[in-house]
Nanobody, 120 residues
């Protein structure tokens, strides 16, 4: 069994910063792509950023230049550094990771979500 544990959300003023973490644990043979999604009230869940096993990154346009996704393979952890936060960034943030527990069983796993609120 694999679980993802998220942390780092909270309340921050516009222009502030937060760093989200998502640590995978359990039966892990290999971790592939890792990413962050978010869902604001009344909206659909949307992709924020991804990072491949080779370190290639992709961001939605609205966060480019402000957010940075990274990973620490030794800790089975993906991070999202969020700078210059805006009220529009307010959402529940979810990590999503593709993991194989065996050689031929890649699966998607979701974190429980962490609340990010940007407000004065």
């Amino acid at each position: 069994q694999v679980q993802l544990a998220e942390s780092g959300g909270g309340l921050v003023q516009p222009g502030g910063s937060l760093r989200l973490s998502c640590a995978a644990s359990g039966s892990i043979f290999r971790i592939y792509v890792m990413g962050w999604y978010r869902q604001a009230p009344g909206n659909q869940r949307e992709l924020v950023a991804t990072i491949s096993s080779g370190g290639n990154t992709n961001y939605r346009d609205s966060v480019k230049g402000r957010f940075t996704i990274s990973r620490d393979n030794a800790k089975n952890t993906v991070y999202l550094q969020m700078n210059s936060l805006k009220p529009e960034d307010t959402a529940v943030y979810y990590c999503n990771v593709v993991i194989s527990s065996k050689r031929n069983d890649p699966r998607n796993y979701w974190g429980q979500g962490t609340q990010v609120t940007v407000s004065s």
